[in-house]
């Protein structure tokens, strides 16, 4: 069975800073999607991610996949606390989708 | 465009009964996934339907089954309800494979 890992679980960082959440996956597959989701909402999607080497920048945030290295990357620029939310990689194997545990951002002003 | 709806958004049952949740898909998309989010744990795949047809399902118990209809809704049940099945139900639509799956907002389910 596909095995997603996140990394860090649990994010606090002070508004203007950079930071990087990781997404490790354990089978081959080329399509990754990145979703936002708040507390006691949905999920949203943030990025759609089919190839290697692809890489996706929305505002203050930017999605890159490596299939080689099964990773993928979740960069924040200069946060602001409208970001604030969990964030989870989905990875696409057969079109069964394998979430990972998410990561908890908190955006301190 | 209509995103995904699911209902009830709650339902309260006891042990020993049956759930019965609806989700109904973005209009043209075909197919539609189940996802269980319990309490401190991530998403769970459940169950794929597409064109009225189970693709996949995850590892859970058959009580756990459901159906698509031909206007591609859906609908899941959960028989002989246990207090591990309180979880968020979240259902997805999607209109292709490669296509980013959009979420309804879910039916959290309580056993009490």
């Known amino acids: 069975e596909l095995k997603v890992e996140q990394n860090p679980l649990f994010l606090s960082m002070q508004e203007g800073k950079n930071y990087t959440i990781y997404c490790n996956y354990s089978?081959?597959?080329?399509?990754l999607y990145w979703y936002r989701q708040d507390p006691g909402k949905s999920l949203e999607s943030l990025f759609v991610?089919?190839?290697?080497?692809a890489v996706k920048q929305e505002g203050r945030l930017m999605a890159s996949l490596d299939t080689k290295a099964r990773l993928s990357t979740l960069h924040i620029t200069a946060a602001v606390h409208d970001l604030s939310a969990t964030y989870f990689c989905a990875v696409d194997l057969s079109n069964q989708f394998y979430f990972g545990t998410g990561t908890s951002l908190t955006v301190i002003p | 465009e209509a995103g995904v709806t699911q209902s009830p958004t709650h339902l309260i049952k006891t042990r020993g009964q049956q759930a019965t949740l609806r989700c109904s898909p973005i209009s043209g998309h075909t197919s539609v996934y189940w996802y269980q989010q319990a309490l401190g744990l991530g998403l769970q795949f459940l169950l794929w339907?597409?064109?009225?047809?189970?693709?996949n399902r995850g590892n859970f118990p058959p009580r756990f089954s459901g159906r698509q209809f031909p206007n591609y809704s859906s609908e899941l049940n959960v028989n002989a309800l246990e207090l591990e099945d309180s979880a968020l139900y979240l259902c997805a639509s999607s209109r292709s494979i490669g296509q980013p799956q959009h979420f309804g907002d879910g039916t959290r389910l309580s056993i009490l």
């Open positions: 991610l089919l190839s290697n080497g």
């Open positions: 339907y597409d064109e009225g047809e189970e693709r």
């Open positions: 089978t081959t597959s080329d399509r």
